[in-house]
């Protein structure tokens, strides 16, 4: 039997009984729930990585809702105890929902949501931030400085690759890889070149018409690509930033044969999930090629990393921390709250979640509905039509 977990509560008395598994950062996930008859309970326990075990014994015998994390492996166990205790919802703190079995969750009729939109932008801005420490090898030049090694300016100190004109390459060209493409493009005047299964528009309308601001200034106009292939990218960028969903499609999409096609200098982005590259394979590529640099967001098997990688100076490695800015972290805790408080209050689903601005605006109440919910369609949940 589970050993019982340590727990906070608040509104003892509300009608419904919604669990989650971690206290999330903000005050507005807490009073949006409590103000609708919800009676909360926020898993206090010090271990990081709640087991299945630990979550059954959170859900116990009644409990309408989980909010959960991406660390835990929400599969048959845990969608079939939900179930059993009453639970018709469940919503990922996070966009990412890898770490959801969404046929397990059909099979027992709950809802899965996930926090689209919010983290768009701070998740890009970390990706940035990694390109341009690969770059400019900001992390080996602060480690150098520290050491008390920096004995005077040379030529050849820390000679790092220059943005302005080269090539980013993004794979997974959505919500992020677009952000992160136009952050990109507009502040380094970079030129682009993509890979998605679907044409991405309004991106490229993005770039042609930056590339006409450019041109009419005087300035070297920057180009756009669609790729007919991912090898395409992987051959002629100079920076390649991975931003597509995991799945059986993208699982180890960057391996040995693909790190064998890019540039000897080329610099790698991962701010997606650790298993969309085989990372021993890398590191392996890093060792051979030290003019090679990545910067790494996500890890195959976190939050261990492969042997070697921790050693290599060609490798900038940050913990999971790209949507950690506080108001996207605020934001992701109320869209998760309000998927799983829309589903126990019989809401419908919002009509778009790419557009889930008006959850977040403080100063007004919430539409009466669940912002995204991945299996909607599945369900046979109804939409609205707000
Ligand atoms: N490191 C972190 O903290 C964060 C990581 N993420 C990860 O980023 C992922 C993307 O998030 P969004 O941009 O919001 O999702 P999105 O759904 O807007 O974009 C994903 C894109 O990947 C594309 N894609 C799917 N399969 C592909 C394939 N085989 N080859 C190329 N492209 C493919 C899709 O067509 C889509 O355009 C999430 O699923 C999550 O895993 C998201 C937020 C923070
Ligand atoms: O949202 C996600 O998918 C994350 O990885 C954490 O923000």
Redesign the pocket.
Known sequence: MAKPVSIEVWNPSGKYRVVSTKPMPGTRWINLLIQNDVRLEICTEKKTILSVEDIIALIGDKCDGVIGQLTEDWGEELFSALSKAGGKAFSNM???Y?NVDVDAANKYGVAVGNT?GV??ET?AELAASLTLAAARRIVEADEFMRAGLYDGWLPHLFVGNLLKGQTVGV???????SAYARMMVEGFKMNLIY????QSTRLEKFVTAYAAFLKANGETPVTWKRAAT?DEVLQEADIISL?????K??YH?VNKERLAKMKKEAILIN???GPVIDEAALVEHLKHNPMFRVGL??FEEEPYMKPGLAELKNAIVVP????ASKWTREGMATLAALNVLGKVKGYPVWFDANRVEPFLNENARPPAACPSIVNAKALGLPTSKL
């Open positions: 996070a966009v990412g890898n689209p983290l768009t998740t794979i997974g060209a959505g919500r992020i890889g890979y998605d299964l679907y991912m931003h597509p969903v995991l799945d499609t993208t999409l701010c997606s999930r967001d996500v999971h921390i790209a949507s």
